[in-house]
């Protein structure tokens, strides 16, 4: 079976010897729309450099739709577009311009390239400031300038590193409605987010990578159903008294309350409870709930215990490895 | 992969740079020559009397162009380029399916227009001052084509190991603008002590400017053979560099 992208045995040495990368396998399907995530300095980044030649690998091997970049770098590369983290146009040539010799670049025909810029500048709102120099657009009408020029090209493979940084929440949402339109098109997408709710409503399957080691690599489904305990925060409608309800959760068996403020409660629930059980002891005690919420998304509460049993682990391995040497 | 796609959207958006900011690339030679010839071809070229069989003003003229033509290849790749770095506009051109030599050419096309342009430009303003003659317009044309290609590709090496805005203007000041004045843009090498004729052969820059003589004026310091080989050289030696640098992605690639 052909991937959409293969990586095996991958490693990245920089030349102060940090080792961003240490042999990692990782294998995305066609059309999938894949999370990789990670906390700053993972390696997520220095992933996506190797994947797009911008990073020289130290080892291993990567392949794009079966393409190996190490003897068909030009084919391999004609498969992805990318939109890189930071902004990596020049802030003097007008958006028309950045577009057109982007996908000449790729060798799309000039007329061509036209049609395709009008077309992405529009889908994506900036047709208006297409003759303006691209310092003149904001902060979020620059992400989707990168997406627009990414997508010139039509790829068939669409690598974006953090696309959604320092976008407002409306704006977001409506690049989120874009990307998701892109991956029913066929387009295979591979996302790196620091918004976690945002990779747990786009995304299908998911590699956390944690100090140039993958740390899991699964299906979102597969990776949320792994979470034992949900906690969720419920708004007291008619205040009670803080001693009154201490006194409920005190009564309470079964499950868990805290008491936060005279409105708030907040309950710990795992998989072999469900909320009906919470709801019939609320009844009972005559507590009336305005509203109810997760309190942390489910998959950021994954991350953090991926990331926390990470480097306990890697704590552990140097402390005995100093014992050792003692 | 179209090449030819890639290599014309490298050069647009070259001559686009360098049209846009026209007020800095093109309008800066045409003052400094005019200010030149005020200078050095009235006021203490009348003094001088002739130089190689001509009076001053028609033996600089070659030399001015072509100094304007050397410096403008030079400066429009090294400043393009490393901007391009800065900025990291680079990156769209090295995450696409484009071959290190279209890089390569696609910049150094770039300088060699502008080189051109200012070149024609200054050739023009020289008529307000001094009747041209043309004595061989191919040899003429082959020499400013040929010394626009070997510093747009200097200046390419220069942008590819520089690391801030200073790095780009080291070399100009303290190598380019003493070749060039000490090549024979304003003095025949003849006129010096055997000594300083010997050293004055090292300077690739003699070759140029004494080539470009001969097609306005039909006179020269060295063969023309002589200078088109060192040109030539020149031209292949740096073209090498670049590529290799380029391929092994030098300050281009972590």
Redesign the interface.
């Known amino acids: 079976m052909t991937y959409a992208l293969e990586i095996s045995a991958l490693a990245k040495t920089?030349?102060g010897g940090f080792q961003a990368l240490k042999g990692i396998d990782l294998t995305v399907e066609k059309g999938d729309f894949f999370a990789l995530l990670g906390p700053n300095g993972a390696g997520k980044s220095t992933t996506i450099?190797v994947i797009?030649?911008?990073?020289?690998k130290t080892a291993g091997q990567v392949k794009v739709f079966g393409y190996d970049i190490d003897t068909d770098?030009?084919?391999a590369?004609?498969f992805?577009g990318?939109v890189?983290q930071?902004?990596?146009?020049?802030?003097?040539?007008p958006l028309m311009?950045?577009l057109?010799?982007?996908?000449?670049?790729?060798?799309?025909?000039?007329p061509l390239a036209i049609e395709r810029a009008e077309k992405y500048l529009k889908q994506l709102e900036l047709w208006d400031k297409r003759d303006e120099p691209a310092r003149a657009l904001s902060g979020g009408m620059k992400r989707r300038l990168m997406i627009a020029?990414a997508l010139m090209?039509e790829p068939q493979m669409l690598i974006l590193d953090e696309p959604t940084a320092g976008v407002d929440i409306e704006l977001r949402r409506s690049m989120w409605g874009f990307l998701r339109e892109l991956n029913k098109q066929g387009i295979t997408i591979i996302l790196t987010t620091h918004y976690l709710e945002e990779a747990e409503m786009l995304c299908r399957n998911i590699a956390i990578i944690d100090g140039g080691e993958i740390v899991e690599d699964t299906s979102m489904k597969k990776l949320l159903a792994q979470l034992d305990v949900e906690t969720f925060v419920f708004d007291i409608k008619v205040a009670a008294t803080v001693a009154e309800l201490e006194q409920f959760v005190e009564q309470s068996q079964e499950i868990t309350y805290r008491v936060i403020d005279d409105h708030t409660l907040e309950i710990d629930l795992n998989k072999s409870q469900n909320l009906n059980q919470v709801f019939a002891q609320l009844n009972v005690a005559n507590i009336e709930v305005q509203s109810m919420r997760n309190k942390s998304n489910r998959l950021e509460a994954l991350f953090v215990s991926l990331i926390n049993k990470k480097s306990s682990a890697t704590k552990n391995k140097s402390q005995s490895a100093t014992v050792g040497a003692n | 992969m179209n090449n030819s796609i890639a290599l014309k959207s490298i050069l647009t958006k070259e001559i686009q740079r360098f049209m846009r900011i026209w007020v800095q690339t093109l309008v800066p030679p045409a003052i400094t020559i005019s200010l030149y010839f005020v200078i050095f071809g009235s006021l203490i070229g009348s003094r001088i009397g002739e130089m190689g069989g001509f009076d001053y003003m028609s033996f600089i003229v070659p030399g001015l162009i072509m100094m304007s033509v050397i410096t403008n290849s030079y400066s429009n790749v090294a400043s393009s380029f490393f901007s391009a770095k800065w900025q990291r506009n680079v990156e769209e051109m090295l995450v696409a399916p484009v071959p290190n030599w279209v890089i390569v050419a696609g910049y150094v096309g770039g300088g060699m227009c502008r080189g051109i342009l200012v070149g024609l430009i200054v050739t023009l303003v020289s008529l307000l001052f001094v009747d041209i003659q043309l004595h061989n317009i191919w040899v003429i044309i082959a020499t400013v084509v040929l010394t626009s290609a070997t510093f747009a590709l200097g200046g390419l090496i220069n942008a590819i190991f520089a690391g801030s805005f200073d790095d780009i203007s080291i070399i100009p000041t303290f190598i380019l603008t003493p070749l060039t004045y000490l090549g024979g843009v304003f003095y025949s090498i003849s006129l010096l002590p055997d000594f300083w004729q010997g050293v004055s052969q090292a300077n690739p820059i003699v070759y140029m400017v004494n080539a470009f003589r001969y097609g306005f004026l039909g006179i020269s310091d060295v063969s023309l053979v002589t200078a088109f080989a060192v040109i030539i050289f020149f031209i292949v030696t740096l073209f090498t560099i670049a590529m290799t640098l380029i391929s092994k992605g030098i300050g281009l690639r972590s």
Do not use: D
């Open positions: 920089y030349k450099g797009t030649s911008l990073v020289n770098l030009e084919k590369k004609s992805i990318l890189p930071e902004f990596n146009f020049s802030q003097f040539e311009h950045i057109v010799n982007q996908a000449g670049y790729y060798g799309v025909p000039k020029r090209h």
